[in-house]
């Protein structure tokens, strides 16, 4: 993990060092000088902006590259008025890369009026390479474009771009490496993510998410406990631990662990009060995790399962490896060993094939299972994945009609299963003031949801029991209780 390290006593006049992470040091001690040159001329420092899209992974990313901009110098900006933009980028759908191209428009007008900026580009869409050849082509005035896998040299691309007018240019197409101990910018205090394996194995058949972000890869129990006794020490009380298919932790490790017995781990870490994780395959989740989840006091009563498709036909064109049936059987063994879990969930709309007969089963799961709450997608073709090769693509009316079916369906089961929480006191972290009332914070119970007390700053990072008065929907108004 992450040591305070004097940049300023690093020789950068030396070769660069070869190992990691002092490379990057050496890099991010020379990108130092030149925001001294900046702060000479300019009167000021320099600012920077990170724009996220995407999933937790990509927001933890983001974490990092702060870090290392903060470090070096620069001032974090909140708003794209900066002297560095950079957006962390996602592909998983095709509005997800929509966005970008639309954001980056507007970017190069502001960029007209002030030429000094740098504008960076990196994530998951970076690594496709029509969107690199669509860049090169007509986005010229975009300066330093990076992939997933190489993220831990961005001090080393960024010392480049800073010092360089072409367009740098460093895409990998798949690593094994893992580089600890870089430094870290938390958005909040008391909360944080920690990766515990990146890339994923899967290839469910409608995703991109192996194509761009590599082959998976376990982080060292030690280096994940380490981290996160940091991490407790320096006040944070819930961690949520991050990876695409988290059941399958430490399976390729050259001392294979269990997902389960990580988290026995990560539970004595004093100061730690509340876990979380995602995302959880089907496939993957044993029974040993159920058992732990059942005896923990520290691990949220939250599991998102994502179902995909209540089709059998379907599940198995996706290559999910599991069934209507599994699935099913699966939650029932959840709900009856851990009382009061919430269950959240994906869904997918309108993949290649799907029949009303397929969509029905959808909303058969939907109604069995009660969700919680569920993200629902409509099947978005993503170049290079199996199924984007298939021909019987549904109709977009139909694919229409089938997304509002469900999505009512969900809120009403929601809104439902909410209100049963009305009444009763429950433990809330307190996570930020609200907002839009100042005399309100936010929190989240144990099971996702949120609610809103009167209370002040100073309540936030703590637990606090809170009577659920009202229930709005998806979200409550509360007291503290003494
Ligand atoms: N690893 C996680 C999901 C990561 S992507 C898992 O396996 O559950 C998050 C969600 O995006 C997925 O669960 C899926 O519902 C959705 N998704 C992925 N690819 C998609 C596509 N091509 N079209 C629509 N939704 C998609
Ligand atoms: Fe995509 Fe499937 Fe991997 Fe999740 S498990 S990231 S849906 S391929
Ligand atoms: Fe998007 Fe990449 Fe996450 S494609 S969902 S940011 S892993």
């Known amino acids: 993990m992450y040591q305070e390290i004097n940049l300023d006593k690093i020789d950068i006049n030396a070769e ?4 990691e992470p002092d490379r990057q040091y050496y890099y991010m001690a020379k990108c130092r000088k030149w925001v001294r040159k900046f702060e000479r001329k300019n009167g000021r420092l320099p600012t920077a902006f990170i724009q996220t899209f995407g999933c937790q992974m990509n927001a933890r990313d983001s974490e990092k590259l702060m870090g290392i901009l903060e470090n070096i110098g620069f001032e974090q900006s909140d708003s794209e008025e900066a002297d560095f933009v950079l957006y962390n980028t996602c592909t998983v759908r095709e ?26 580009l990196c994530g998951c869409m970076m690594q496709e390479p029509e969107v690199l050849e669509k860049l ?20 080393e691309l960024l010392e480049i771009s800073l010092t360089q007018q072409r367009m740098v240019i460093d895409i990998w197409k798949d690593t094994d490496k893992i580089v600890e101990d870089l430094p870290v910018e938390r958005k909040y205090n008391f909360k944080s993510g920690v990766n515990i394996m990146f890339g994923c194995n899967n290839f469910c058949s409608y995703c991109i998410v192996p194509y761009v972000r590599g082959r998976e890869r376990s982080r060292k129990p030690e280096d ?48 730690i009060k509340r876990i979380r994780f995602m995302t959880s395959h ?17 691990i949220c009563r939250h599991l998102h399962l994502p179902l995909q498709s209540g089709s059998s036909r379907i599940l198995k064109e996706m290559n999910r490896q ?72 549904v109709p977009e009316n139909a694919v229409k009609d089938r997304f509002q079916r469900l999505l009512k369906e969900v809120q009403r089961i929601a809104a439902q299963k ?6 009763k006191t429950e433990p809330v972290l307190v996570e930020e003031v609200n907002e839009q009332d100042e005399t309100l914070v936010t929190g989240r119970l144990s099971s996702n949801f949120i609610v ?31």
């Not at 660069?16 to 190992?19: G, H, K, L, Y």
């Not at 509005?95 to 960076?120: D, F, T």
């Not at 993957?284 to 059942?294: A, F, N, Q, T, Y």
């Not at 606090?464 to 209780?481: I, P, S």
């Open 16 to 19: 660069p060092p070869i190992e």
């Open 95 to 120: 509005n997800a890369n929509n966005k970008v191209w639309g954001r980056l428009g507007y970017l190069n007008v502001y960029k007209k009026r002030h030429p000094h900026m740098k504008i960076a």
């Open 136 to 155: 090169q082509k007509s986005y010229p005035f975009v300066n330093l474009v990076f992939g997933t896998h190489n993220i831990y040299k961005f001090a």
């Open 224 to 271: 994940i406990l380490l981290e996160i006794e940091r991490l407790a020490a320096d006040g944070v009380v819930e961690v949520m631990l991050l990876g695409q298919n988290v059941n399958s932790y430490g399976k390729t490790l050259n001392e294979p662990i269990t997902f389960a017995e990580l988290l026995k781990r990560i539970e004595k870490i004093e100061g």
């Open 282 to 298: 089907p496939k993957d989740l044993s029974e040993e995790l159920i058992e732990v989840m059942r005896n923990s006091k520290k």
């Open 322 to 393: 599991y069934d209507k049936e599994q699935y099913l059987s699966l939650v029932k063994k959840i709900r009856e060993a851990v009382p009061g879990i919430a269950l959240t969930t994906d869904i997918i709309v309108g993949f290649p094939g799907e029949t009303e007969e397929d969509f029905l089963e959808t909303m058969d799961v939907v109604k069995q299972v009660e969700y919680e709450s569920a993200f629902t997608f409509i099947y978005s073709k993503r170049t290079g994945t199996p199924a984007a090769a298939k021909e019987n693509q």
């Open 418 to 423: 909410a209100d049963a929480y009305t009444g």
């Open 452 to 482: 809103h007390l009167p209370g002040t700053d100073e309540m936030i990072g703590k637990l606090v029991n809170v009577k659920l008065k009202e229930c709005r929907g998806f979200y409550f108004y509360g007291e503290a209780e003494e």
